[in-house]
């Protein structure tokens, strides 16, 4: 039977089957998903239907990133019984090969079945990664797993237990299944749970059973489960844990012995005492005893950690359908529960939806961001009642899981409650700490060319072998030792220690980064870093200065704009006044007002003050003055801080917040003043924003001009609007009125101007960043006008570059989407040059988020060209952010982001390389972390990148020769029926080559940041060129050192009838471990280049020290070998001491040799031939588009619209 397989949604929780085909298959209401290319002609032999089976089928690779491949296998005992006497005819080996590929032991006891009867599932994620579960089965109640968005919530308390098809499916789906009505299905997967739904025909995250709830429906749950359906959804959901499983010791111990590095490492040591090297045998069994307890330690410390970090175990105040409370373990809770927050904080165990009260909460666990977050009710009643809840979209209604809450406060009733949406590894916690225990692999070409060449080895340790065993039966050497002496070649070709070595690199420049306050919680991106291309720069907070400061405030007088005001506590009182003192989600934290610094500085500026309740008060404030409850109370400041013309007497009630929102790009308030009965709105947001939702005859005419005044000079705009609302009255009516119905008709107040301060160290990395070819690129939320301001200021843009803007139209009725690429001069008012020659030709283009969405959906095939040339992104949501780095991902780029880590969160995960400007030390949003908060931590990260990525390459070309070095040894001395002696080994394996490549890569990175970039294949002319070379320089001499040692006249023949150790000491061993062992250093010399990514060798002052003491330590033992040393090393005796100054000459000689040829290879010996070569088109796709964008000049067609084709349309990216 062919394989049946079928996807699973992963990334948003989705349902599987929910975009397929609508068609109806027979009688029955199953969705069919897409089918395999490769399965196309599969029939399913199951009595379910006829035809193919409806509901297996495999998204094809990287058409949807959030898939995964999931294929059914039913357990076969026949099979099984065949697999175990087969593990035992070969003495525990496919044992071994079903530890270490698991897909193979289920493919070999199972046989492939529908995914719906399966015991066994092999799962194929979006990496291409292989993985098996086992599937679990539950008896639970009567029921179904499925229920619809929009259902009644009697409707879904009641179905949420398991079963499989309704009376409207066909009779054979019943028959088929009747066995197992009451049985839930699931299977783990990287701590998810995955149930079988049977109406879409597969398994899918358990939190899509909770997909489709409405705000209103939510606000329902205020009353809390019943205890029988709060046991339905235990079994369903299991438990409200975050596990991080910490194995045994002697698990790990297993686990890590099976590895394949370690029991090549046992193999080696039993063919070393085979060979009577006991003590090699025995030291290398020592460090590797020793290194195999430490990593066990590490292991299960790392593990511990984060389990640790991960558990949290509380105790909860629930609510119960009944109308009881209980206090239960927040392990017991699940979707549905409505919990009781404590008012002095707690810890979140659970993803959840305020319903009621406000929540001061600290999420930089999850965001990096110190600054508190204010959480709102979620809404309810009106429009927004029937909106679909969504995590991202109500996130400031939303309380995540391990965040902190600092404190919460109730207006209505005596409680804060808020109901549970997801559990365990669904929450945002259990996302987080799946991220760290199941990494995004990281896809770099050095690595996998690094395990290329290691199979190149092994190819050439075969071909030696070959050779060895010819040469030793013409010696008549035994059997059995011919077979030991052709195994060890391949202990000799194939360094195990190569992995950990091709890692010093990144812990020494992890080491250095974290002295600088940059701290790395993903070494292996380390490299990445030496490749990038491109860094993308939030704006606020990133390139200016966090706090923004209060430049003046522009009113209106008469439908006209008013000079500006520059201390905005000399307005008179008024809407504009009052606008600024309450518009703000601050609140107080421990009598401190904490909140938004933009809001800080705004009501900072106006001199009022903030109230509100204490915890331990029983009444809210103004209950007295505004004849209602109240959230917050802003009062003017005292008199004598009042300007003498200006005296505010009154205070003004908060009765509601709607906060900002990234999506809405505004925030407004409910407020009410004394001997009111109307309560005011107040809005502030983006100008356009606000200005769309005002009357038209409120808005000045020229509130272009003014904005565009000062955007183009870099300040940033605010707009605030009001407007007067008759129908509220009192508290409760503003918690009744929805956000929609309340931000429409405003009136035009005016503008706030903010002045956005440059750090200074943003220009001068700016300019460095771009002298070195690192392309830099802006994304804020903020205008354009005032993007492009920053993007000049910082040298993001010259001064005699160009900018264009790029300004796309959805399509309309009549006419399809449009893209127009008008110069920046001209949107500003001004003529455009007539002597064009003033540009430098360097194009900038520049777009705001509409824009850059219209591109995505309707000019698929422009938006390449558009974002090789793109600087500044402007109007960015987040969500927006995290598809523009992975749209550059796509072009070939190796992008870096830097951003402050809270509306960034998603574009630094995306990025290649991610770094996170928080106070915190390791921030959880990126892999990398800086302290300080600025961005000369980018170039910092960069050199450091380059060094780590040459030294990597330095430490594998020398691991490689070293091992070619032996070989060659070994081979001339297997010659002539002799070898290595036991402590010989030992002192190149230990003394010379550990401590060589250990401290190798103790030289740290450039102080200069250049234009070259190192290079980022192991397989390329440069360094096969230097491999080869070296190679044939090393076989070279030492052939040379040998035949010149059997022509002087003293030379004495071994005894050849015997072999090694046995024909030890002699004169061929004691020549070539002279000269091999001037090789091992001449390489660790020539291997460490500074220029251009390294400082000098002479700056490694703890290496360049060894380096001279094992020179002088192998000149005396070339010299005068004697006593000890002599014996130890089984050393012959040579008297002739011009032949041992020959030797040293011969070595000097390999020294200027090796080291003119890698000097050649860097300055033009390679280049002299990619000339002769014919040029290729380059593999990166960004590269050839700015050579075919240099040769169109005339690119983009300025004022000129461009209209979208329907293949455009089509080629949705």
Not at 312 to 339: F, K, N, T, W, Y
Not at 486 to 510: E, R
Not at 519 to 547: A, H, M, Q, W, Y
Not at 691 to 698: D, G, H, I, R
């Amino acid at each position: 039977m062919a394989l049946l397989k079928a996807k699973v949604g992963l990334a948003e929780g989705r349902a599987p089957g929910r975009s397929s085909d609508p068609k109806p298959v027979r009688a029955n209401r199953l969705l069919r998903l897409p089918s395999c290319t490769r399965d196309s002609t599969a029939v399913d032999s199951s009595r379910l239907l006829g035809g193919p089976r409806p509901g297996y089928g495999t998204l094809q690779r990287n058409t949807e990133p959030s898939c995964m491949e999931v294929t059914g296998y039913r357990s076969q005992p026949w099979r099984a019984a065949l697999c175990h006497a087969c593990c035992v005819l070969s003495a525990g080996l496919l044992l071994l090969l079903f530890h270490w590929r698991p897909s193979l032991r289920v493919r070999a006891m199972c046989k492939p079945c529908a995914l719906g009867r399966a015991d066994w599932v092999i799962i194929r994620d979006r990496f291409g990664q292989r993985f098996t579960a086992r599937v679990q089965t539950e008896m639970l109640g009567e029921g179904s797993l499925e229920h619809h968005p929009g259902a009644r919530l009697e409707d879904r308390k009641s179905s949420i237990a398991v079963g499989v098809a309704d009376e409207e499916e066909s009779r054979d789906t019943i028959r088929l299944h009747q066995e197992e009505r009451n049985v839930l299905r699931y299977y783990l997967f990287e701590g998810l749970r995955y149930v079988w739904m049977e109406r879409q025909q597969a398994y899918c995250r358990v939190s899509a059973l909770d997909e489709g709830w409405t705000c209103a429906e939510l606000h329902l749950c205020r009353a809390g489960l019943g205890q029988q359906d709060h046991s339905s959804r235990r079994k369903i959901y299991g438990p409200n844990l975050i596990e991080v499983p910490v194995k045994s010791y002697a698990k790990l111990l297993v686990e890590e012995v099976l590895n394949p590095f370690y029991i090549f490492q046992v193999l080696s040591i039993v063919l070393w005492v085979c060979d009577a090297y006991y003590y090699y045998a025995a030291c290398i069994f020592l460090i590797s005893t020793i290194s195999l307890g430490l990593s066990l330690y590490e292991t299960r410390k790392q593990s511990t950690t984060l389990r640790n970090m991960a558990r949290m175990s509380i105790s909860i105040r629930v609510h119960r359908a009944d109308g009881e409370e209980a206090m239960v373990s927040s392990a017991e809770l699940v979707p549905g529960d409505c919990i009781s927050l404590p008012l002095d904080g707690v810890l979140v165990p659970c993803d959840a939806a305020l319903l009621t009260g406000e929540c001061m909460v600290n999420e930089s666990m999850l965001t990096g961001e110190s600054v508190p977050v204010l959480k709102t009710p979620l809404p309810n009643g009106g429009g927004a009642a029937g909106t679909i809840y969504s995590p991202k979209e109500h996130q400031r209604h939303t309380l995540f899981c391990g965040t902190h809450i600092i404190q919460a406060r109730s207006y209505v009733g005596q409680e804060v409650l808020a109901v549970v949406t997801r559990t365990g590894f669904c929450t945002a916690k259990g996302d987080l700490i799946s991220s760290i225990l199941y990494p995004k692999p990281v896809t770099f070409k050095f690595y996998k060319d690094a395990v290329k060449f290691v199979l190149f080895l092994a190819v050439l340790a075969f071909i030696g072998t070959l050779y060895s065993m010819l040469i030793m039966v013409k010696n008549q050497v035994p059997v059995g030792q011919i077979i030991i002496r052709a195994l060890d070649l391949i202990t000799v070709i194939v360094p195990p220690a190569l992995p950990a070595a091709m890692t010093v690199g990144s812990i020494y420049a992890q080491n250095r980064l974290k002295k600088r306050g940059i701290f790395c919680i993903s070494p292996p991106r380390i490299n990445l870093c030496g490749k990038i291309r491109l860094v993308c720069f939030d704006k606020t907070g990133t390139l200016t200065e966090e706090g923004l400061d209060v430049w003046g405030v522009i009113s209106l007088e008469d439908g006209r704009f008013m000079p500006i005001i520059h201390e905005p506590r000399r307005l008179p009182s008024g809407p504009m006044l009052h606008a600024l003192a309450t518009c703000h989600s601050i609140t107080l934290l421990q009598g401190q007002p904490v909140g938004d610094p933009v809001d800080l500085k705004m009501v900072e500026s106006t001199g009022w003050r903030l109230e509100m309740a204490e915890e331990d008060e029983g009444e809210l404030p103004g209950l007295q003055c505004f004849g209602t409850k109240v959230l917050a109370m802003m009062n003017p400041p005292p008199e004598e801080e009042q300007p003498p013309d200006r005296k505010h007497r009154s205070p003004v009630a908060i009765l509601r917040r709607f906060p900002f929102s990234s999506s809405l790009q505004r925030m407004s308030v409910l407020t009410k003043h004394p001997g009111d009965d109307a309560c005011w709105l107040y809005i502030k947001g983006a100008p356009e924003v606000v200005a769309s939702l005002c009357s038209t005859e409120t808005v000045p005419a020229d509130f272009s001009q003014v904005l565009r005044h000062y955007t183009a000079d870099g300040f940033r705009v605010l707009a605030l609007a009001c407007r007067p609302l008759s129908a509220v009255r009192s508290f409760e009516d503003a918690l009744q009125l929805t956000r929609d119905a309340a931000e429409s008709s405003l009136t035009f107040l005016g503008f706030l101007v903010m002045k956005n301060v440059l750090k200074l160290e943003s220009a001068p990395v700016i300019t460095l960043l771009r002298n070195a070819g690192v392309r830099p690129v802006m994304v804020t939320g903020d205008n354009m006008l005032t993007a492009v301001n920053v993007a000049r200021s910082c040298c993001m843009v010259g001064p005699n570059e160009r900018v264009v803007f790029v300004t796309a139209s959805p399509p309309g009725r009549d006419q399809p989407a449009s893209v127009k690429f008008i110069p920046a001069e001209l949107s500003q008012g001004e003529k455009q040059p007539e002597d064009a020659q003033q540009w430098d030709g360097r194009l900038h283009l520049a777009m705001n988020g509409k824009s850059f969405a219209v591109l995505q959906e309707h000019f698929a095939d422009l938006l390449p060209k558009i974002l090789v040339r793109a600087t500044v992104f402007a109007r960015m949501s987040p969500e927006q952010k995290t598809q523009l780095v992975c749209s550059l991902q796509e072009l070939d780029y190796c992008v870096g982001m830097c951003g402050d880590g809270a509306n960034d969160c998603g574009a630094l995960k995306a990025a290649d390389v991610g770094i996170s400007l928080s106070e915190a030390e390791a921030s959880v949003a990126s892999p990398f972390t800086s302290c300080r908060a600025n961005i000369e931590c980018v170039p910092t990260v960069i050199r450091e990148g380059r060094c780590s990525l040459v030294t990597s390459f330095g430490v594998f070309k020398y691991m490689a020769l070293y091992s070619l070095v032996q070989f060659v040894s070994v081979l001339l001395l297997y010659t002539i029926n002799t070898n290595l002696s036991d402590f010989q080994f030992l002192f190149f394996d230990l003394i010379i080559t550990t401590t060589v490549a250990v401290l190798m890569g103790r030289t740290g990175p450039a102080r200069e940041l250049g234009v070259r970039r190192p290079q980022g294949a192991l397989i390329s002319v440069p360094v096969l060129g230097s491999l080869l070379l070296q190679t044939a320089l090393l076989i070279t001499v030492q052939v040379l050192s040998y035949f010149i040692t059997v022509s002087q006249s003293w030379y004495v023949p071994l005894n050849s009838t015997v072999t090694a150790p046995q024909n030890l000491p002699n004169y061929e061993n004691t020549v070539l471990f002279c000269i091999s062992g001037f090789q091992y250093l001449i390489l660790a010399v020539a291997m460490s280049k500074g220029y251009p990514f390294r400082e000098p060798l002479y700056t490694n002052v703890l290496f360049l020290v060894v380096l001279m003491l094992l020179f002088g330590l192998l000149i005396w033992l070339t010299l005068y070998p004697l006593g000890f040393p002599k014996t130890l090393l089984k050393l012959q005796g040579i008297d002739d001491l011009n032949f041992k100054l020959l030797l040293l000459g011969i070595a000097t000689l390999n020294f200027f040799a090796a080291f003119v040829l890698e000097t050649a290879l860097d300055y033009g010996l390679l280049g002299c031939l990619r000339k002769l070569r014919r040029k290729k088109a380059s593999s990166k796709l960004f590269k050839r588009l700015e050579k075919d964008l240099s040769q169109q000049p005339s690119w983009p067609p300025l004022n000129e619209p461009l209209f979208a084709t329907p293949r455009m349309s089509i080629a949705v990216r």
